[in-house]
């Protein structure tokens, strides 16, 4: 497990091994989400990243029975 240390200038580093695995840069911004007590960093990216990631994703379950065309 991986750890980083609250500054007393409330800020955090992401450690290298993390920051690479995730492939983040300088001044990417993050969604902070309290969940269930825990904080969670959600990286905002560009909706252009998402291109092509989802092909040939089955839809066939996604949608729920009342919301499927007739």
């Keep these: 497990m991986t750890t ?5 200038k409330f800020q ?3 450690p ?3 920051r690479k ?3 983040l840069d300088p001044g ?3 969604a902070l989400i309290p969940f269930e ?3 969670e960093f959600v990286p905002l990216r560009p909706i ?3 291109r092509g990631k989802f092909k040939g994703m089955n ?6 029975k009342k919301d499927r065309p007739l």
Excluded: N, P, W, Y
């Design 4 to 8: 980083a240390t609250l500054s007393s």
């Design 12 to 14: 955090v580093v992401i």
């Design 16 to 18: 290298k091994e993390i």
């Design 21 to 23: 695995q995730m492939d």
């Design 28 to 30: 990417m911004e993050f």
């Design 37 to 39: 007590g825990r904080i």
């Design 48 to 50: 252009q990243e998402l």
């Design 59 to 64: 839809t066939d379950h996604i949608r729920e």
